[in-house]
């Protein structure tokens, strides 16, 4: 027998009594911080609902260690745990228990266990917010505080090696990048460089009316381009429908490498993207550039990780032109220079980061697979720790 259920045994073997959440935690919506006391550094972070801090401030007036939930917007209803002191702005709830009766750390992981619910209970036909009151009438299990604070023992022990695993997390993926850019540097070799334009032709891609849309073939969208570093088939969920003409014109095969044409800033034009496998009748987008080797000098993966590093991304940004939003051209791209590399020195540059990329980003083998393994087994314990039988009164 644990020591939970020891305890449980002992000190209410008949059940637990369940009470408004309200009558024993005082709920309170923070104060409005002025735009002009929103600092990009200061002594303490600002909340203001959403999912992070929005800025710093040199004031606060919420101790450490309290819990807020976010009051408007998109993320309504999102539940923080904030360990530092802090100001909540007017658009977060704080939460501060009664601790004769409510153990702080407790009533958090049970409204964190609330979340979707709270979320569910959005108003208002603008812009989503959440009423005190559906915080207020959450039905709480109050057993006594040696069983709370054992529950949150176990609980901790979960969120804190989740903790760990994205520090890791975010390590790994540091570590990640510097070699990304690193291993493309050649500083001490007697690199050949090619132009872009040597090595690839330049196509812009498909535009067709929204009927065509959601049916037909695959269809590489400007979304695919922008968030992936490489395609797959798996990658590619848009279809079109086009015609045996259009197939040919718009194709998109192995070792194609695609650039996003347009952006509203230009931190995000000509974000690159290449293809590493044939998929049957795949065409692309309209808001993308392909480029097509015409040459057999540069393996695919290759390509995907040379154009994403930061000094081709800032050679894109230099050729790109900007009026109310940001461009670039095939004839710009052409002039980018690629070094040429024997073809096992390429795999070899790929090979390490792969290695990094499965670790970092896989989501079935990597950290992300294990934090998100450790999150479900958090979740699937916080509801079976705080499900009691509820005491007949």
């Not at 040696?146 to 994205?166: N, Y």
């Not at 690193?182 to 090619?194: R, T």
């Not at 590619?236 to 650039?259: Q, W």
């Not at 020195?345 to 697979?369: C, M, S, W, Y």
Request: aromatic residues 12%.
């Amino acid at each position: 027998m644990s020591k939970l259920e020891q305890l449980i045994n002992e000190l209410c073997p008949n059940g637990v009594e369940y009470v408004s959440l309200g009558l024993y935690c005082k709920i309170s919506k923070g104060k409005q911080l002025n735009k002009e006391n929103l600092l990009e550094e200061g002594d303490y972070p600002a909340y203001n609902g959403g999912t992070s801090y929005s800025g710093f401030t040199n004031n606060y007036n919420v101790e450490a260690n309290t819990i807020i939930i976010s009051q408007g917007g998109a993320s309504a209803g999102f539940v923080q745990f904030i360990k530092t002191k802090f100001w909540a702005n007017a658009h977060c709830y704080y939460l501060q228990p009664d601790y004769n009766f409510l153990n702080n750390n407790y009533v958090f992981h049970f409204v964190k266990s609330m979340q979707n619910k709270l979320m569910e209970c959005q108003h208002g036909a603008g812009i989503p917010a959440l009423k005190s009151n559906e915080i207020y009438k959450l039905q709480i299990p109050l057993p006594p505080l040696v069983v709370q604070e054992e529950i949150v023992r176990i609980l901790d022990t979960f969120t804190e090696l989740t903790a760990e695993l994205t520090a890791e997390l975010t390590m790994r993926k540091q570590q990640y990048e510097y070699y990304h850019n690193s291993l493309f540097e050649f500083k001490d070799w007697n690199i050949q460089y090619l132009s872009v334009g040597e090595l690839f032709e330049f196509k812009n891609g498909l535009n067709k009316e929204k009927s065509a849309f959601g049916h037909g073939q695959p269809f590489i969208n400007f979304t695919d381009v922008y968030k992936n570093r490489w395609l797959t088939n798996e990658k590619i969920s848009g279809l079109v429908n086009v015609n045996p003409s259009e197939i040919e014109n718009y194709s998109a095969r192995k070792g194609d490498v695609f650039f996003t044409r347009t952006s509203e800033t230009k931190e995000d034009i000509g974000m690159s993207s290449a293809l590493i496998e044939n998929i049957p009748n795949c065409v692309f987008n309209g808001f993308s550039i392909r480029a097509r080797p015409i040459t057999d000098l540069l393996l695919p993966k290759f390509s995907a990780y040379y154009f994403s590093t930061n000094k081709v991304r800032k050679t894109i940004i230099k050729y790109s032109a900007f009026t109310t939003r940001g461009s670039i051209t095939g004839p710009k791209l052409s002039k980018i220079l690629v070094p040429i590399l024997p073809l096992d020195e390429q795999q070899r540059i790929v090979d390490i980061l792969d290695r990094f990329d499965t670790l970092v980003n896989d989501i079935k083998e990597g950290l992300p697979a294990e934090i998100e393994a450790r999150k479900q087994q958090y979740e699937y314990y916080r509801d079976k720790l705080l499900t009691f039988k509820k005491l007949e009164v």
